[in-house]
């Protein structure tokens, strides 16, 4: 569904100035790191709010207008009216949460080639408590069968600021920490000698290692009791696997 051209356009601008004076005016926002100066990699980072992507596009600076991100088709695409927004308006693309997880990873990997930062949430769902479950494969086969890089990212304060059921923003302070680059070269190093099934999962974890250990102090209470851990090890140190791989089967959700 295709608005007129400079309609689009003035309403990008307006977003854009909108989301701008949120995060500035509205919120108190600080960003810890710097991201690469360059796209066709992907963000990786914790989800329990629909503040977070704004809040990894205003983190990434000018870079932040190359962010795209997979978004539910059943939830944002909904009806004419949200579809027109969002296709317009908005760097979302609709994906099938529960239709073909294979259209949904070509769709991620279309936007890496064509030299976008690629935002994905590797637990698959907002957390509703605002604690952090496990990164699902589905990170480590986007960054190694696209051959780029990932930006691990801690966003901090979200959920207390715009939790899951929320229509306006309880608290202010949010915070963006960004980890190092992970280059290609890199997660190879990683994954050398595993399987191909081993190496998606190798890379997650180890994203999600670094994700943990960019959350400041005031905010470990999102990692749960694995701490810093992985959650996946934790568990398997006990015998136990993530509930989500119990409920959703390889747990491969990309958004």
């Keep these: 569904i295709n608005g007129p051209a400079p309609l689009v356009s003035l309403g990008r601008r307006a977003l854009r100035s909108g989301m701008r004076a949120l995060y500035e005016r509205v919120l108190e926002t600080d960003s810890y790191g710097t991201p690469p100066p360059f796209g066709g990699y992907i963000v990786a980072a914790n989800h329990a709010s629909h503040l977070d992507m704004g809040l990894c596009k205003y983190a990434l600076g000018e870079q932040g207008e190359a962010l795209v991100a997979l978004a539910a088709k059943d939830y944002f695409f909904e009806d004419p009216v949200r579809r027109m927004y969002f296709e317009n308006f908005t760097n979302l693309v609709p994906m099938e949460r529960y239709g073909s997880l294979r259209e949904s990873l070509r769709l991620a990997s279309d936007v890496i080639r064509q030299g976008y930062i690629l935002l994905i949430f590797p637990e698959g769902t907002r957390s509703d408590t605002g604690v952090m479950i496990d990164f699902k494969p589905s990170l480590g086969y986007l960054a190694l069968s696209n051959k780029c890089g990932v930006l691990p990212m801690y966003l901090a304060g979200t959920h207390d600021a715009l939790?899951?059921?929320?229509?306006?923003?309880?608290?202010?302070?949010?915070?963006?920490?960004?980890?190092?680059?992970?280059?290609h070269e890199r997660l190879g190093e990683l994954v050398a000698t595993r399987s191909r099934a081993e190496s998606y999962r190798t890379v997650s974890t180890h994203v999600e290692s670094i994700v943990r250990r960019l959350a400041p102090r005031k905010f470990h209470w999102t990692l749960g009791e694995?701490?810093?851990?992985?959650?996946?090890?934790?568990l398997a140190a006990r015998g136990q696997r993530p509930a989500s791989d119990d409920e959703h089967g390889d747990g491969n959700g990309t958004a």
């Design 163 to 183: 939790p899951k059921g929320a229509a306006l923003p309880r608290e202010r302070d949010v915070a963006a920490h960004i980890g190092p680059f992970l280059p």
């Design 226 to 234: 694995a701490g810093r851990t992985p959650l996946a090890e934790y």
